[in-house]
């Protein structure tokens, strides 16, 4: 299995909202991570994506910044953010050498994203792009799923995604856990040609993450199941992992 990924195209930027509409509470987020800065501090989101989080802190006066590898993406940010109150640009945040310009007391990283750096270098880029732009006394949060349940699976994985009334997403998962791996492929059904897109991603357990953040200069503040600030127990599926730089 071979570990490349792939940005989203046109189509996938059009339903990535409908294919993550459940499990991710966007008023809890905002309220979340608005209470670890100051009010109109500067923010930045690494894989803005469309501006979920972006759009919605910057209308409460936070000053966005962010950087994600897909013009799609960008382009329904662009979209979302009407009054252009976010500063967003395209680029990859898994490769050395990140500058957005300045030490911010809030960088961010949601919704599995870091699971896109596809080997464990690329995620210690990550996490030291992280260490570069994270001012001093400033918290970095990491939210993604716990691999678990996927880590045990020998055989591929199908499932199906209703989109929309005429829409509807056909999925297949495979998993090498000797590298762990992940390859969903998707296939969306709209009424017009089928369109299949594959995607890569590296998952890691929050141990590991913790791990390869000590190695980037972070220290694991504090840790919890969801944005309301669930207890983080063994049986947890997602985890909101809060981190410091480490002097």
Request: glycine content about 8%.
């Amino acid at each position: 299995m071979i570990a490349q990924n792939a940005h989203y195209n046109e189509k996938m930027a059009s339903v990535y909202e409908q294919m993550y509409p459940i499990g991710f509470d966007t008023d809890a987020a905002v309220e979340f991570l608005s209470g670890l800065v100051e009010p109109a501090s500067k923010v930045l989101e690494l894989g803005i994506g469309t501006g979920r989080i972006a759009v919605p802190m910057a209308e409460r006066g936070f000053q966005l910044h962010g950087v994600d590898a897909s013009e799609a993406m960008l382009a329904k940010l662009a979209e979302r953010d009407e009054k252009s109150r976010v500063t967003a640009q395209l680029g990859d945040f898994t490769r050395p050498g990140l500058d957005m310009g300045g030490e911010f007391p809030l960088v961010t990283l949601v919704l599995n994203t870091f699971f896109v750096a596809v080997s464990r270098e690329a995620q210690l880029n990550c996490l030291r792009n992280v260490r570069d732009q994270l001012a001093e006394g400033g918290r970095f949060v990491l939210e993604a799923f716990d691999p678990s349940p996927y880590h045990v699976l020998t055989k591929p994985d199908f499932s199906m995604r209703f989109l929309g009334p005429d829409a509807v997403m056909l999925d297949t998962l495979m998993v090498d856990r000797s590298q762990q791996i992940m390859v969903a492929t998707h296939t969306i059904l709209d009424g017009g040609a089928p369109e299949t897109t594959q995607h890569v991603l590296r998952y890691a357990f929050p141990l590991e993450i913790d791990l390869l953040a000590e190695l980037a200069g972070l220290r694991l503040v504090e840790r919890w199941a969801g944005w309301r600030k669930e207890p983080f127990t063994a049986t947890s599926p997602r985890h909101v992992s809060v981190y410091e730089r480490a002097e």
